[in-house]
């Protein structure tokens, strides 16, 4: 059974740091472009950040780059996501998505699996 399992959200103040995590169990993670996508309340979903299968591509939605880095460790089976100089447009629910050999980034509806989101909340 598939699992991706985020954690690191929680509640911090504009210009401030977090580091998402997602693990993954049940998938060879090596196989798999990871992503994370964030969802205000009221809002679509939207694309944050992607690393591909091999770890050779990133991809950054304008909204975050150079504030926020996708990262993965396949000896933990873990897609990271260092976000730094939070700004209140920010808070969301973010999720981590998984897309076998997935490229350049997917879509959206090219993720195999999702995991059920930590919420991330800047205050002003």
């Known amino acids: 059974q598939v699992q991706l399992v985020e954690s690191g959200g929680g509640l911090v103040q504009a210009g401030g740091s977090l580091r998402l995590s997602c693990a993954a169990s049940?998938?060879?993670?090596?196989?798999?472009?990871m992503g994370w996508f964030r969802q205000a309340p009221g809002k679509e979903r939207e694309f944050v950040a992607a690393?591909?299968?091999?770890?050779?591509?990133?991809y950054y939605a304008d909204s975050v780059k150079g504030r926020f880095t996708i990262s993965r460790d396949k000896s933990k089976n873990t897609v990271y996501l260092q976000m730094n100089s939070l700004k209140p447009e920010d808070t969301a629910v973010y999720y981590c998505?998984?897309?076998?050999?997935?490229?350049?980034?997917?879509?959206?509806?090219?993720?195999?699996?999702w995991g059920q989101g930590t919420q991330v909340t800047v205050s002003s």
């Open positions: 998505a998984a897309d076998l050999y997935g490229s350049s980034p997917p879509p959206p509806d090219e993720y195999d699996y």
């Open positions: 049940g998938l060879t993670f090596s196989r798999y472009t």
């Open positions: 690393i591909s299968w091999s770890g050779g591509n990133t």
